[in-house]
């Protein structure tokens, strides 16, 4: 018998959800997706102080901001010796609702990859799952700049998203599942909400049957796990991105793993797209979904400022 991660590699495309790149190659996972809180965590590690250092030194006359991309895509660089195919690198959220801001550090991070080498069909640029994000993500797609987008919790988001012809959306499951645990309080049934009644779980089915109906190339990536069993239960969705915890556990336990999302037999033209009033509505329609976006924009944009001091104090 296999291991589940062996298992789970038949039916669909493994990422790693992880800044710490030395941790990587034990997975063989195809991608790396990273976040500002990742690599927040991951600079402040003994074995990346030196890393951080360096780039700093190397570029300290420049914008603070500057600097930072120049660290991520550093992080980027390294995670790209190790993985054979992308890696996902965030630009900052406090522009989470700005095109113009957007388009413009995305187009900057890029040409930083460009600088070392690395072709575009290997980076995907995270960008929050607004409305300005999405209409930046449609301008970057025109240009071949390939886009992750992220912060996903509502179905218009992820309609929005297919219409803008992005090329990949990470919907959150396990802040999903977090939302709608809290919200039933001491009548949450753990065990009757677990697998493929998770809501999370749930969410990301919906999308990825809804793209696979339509004939939507968008590609769907399950993240922000809390256990095993929401991984098992979302088997043969485009891509999952997977912390190294969850990724050592599926490595370590043996056990067969179905196939569990399948896509449908027939192909029907999409349905007519979102208005950005009829994004904003049914946006604000789903609570679950915008209070999950704003929170993960504020925490993300938290771990900015925290890295931006990081970097600051180097100086």
Known sequence: MTSQLDQLKAHTVVVADTGDFKQLAQFAPRDATTNPSLILKAVQKPEYAPLLAEVVKAHAGDALDSIVDKVLVRFGLEILKVVPGRVSTEVDARLSFDTA????????????????GVSRDRVLIKIAATWEGIQAARMLEAEGIHCNLTLLFAFAQA????????????????????????????????????????????????????????????????????????????????????????????????????CQLVAPANVVAPEPSLSEAAFRYALNEDAMATEKLAEGIRLFAADAVKLDALIEAQR
């Open 101 to 116: 801001a957007t388009v413009a550090r995305a187009r900057r991070i890029m040409g930083l990859y460009e600088a070392a």
């Open 159 to 258: 309609r929005a998203c297919g219409d803008a012809g992005v090329q990949l959306i990470s919907p959150f499951v396990g802040r999903i599942y977090d939302w709608y645990k809290k919200s039933a309080g001491a009548a949450w049934d753990e065990a009757a909400q677990a697998g493929l009644n998770d809501p999370g779980v749930q969410s990301v089915s919906r999308i990825h049957g809804y793209y696979k109906q339509h004939g939507i190339r968008t590609e769907v990536m399950g993240a922000s796990f809390r256990n095993v069993g929401q991984i098992l239960a979302l088997a043969g969705c485009d891509l999952l991105t997977i912390s190294p915890d969850l990724l050592a556990q599926l490595q370590t336990t043996q056990g067969e793993v179905p």
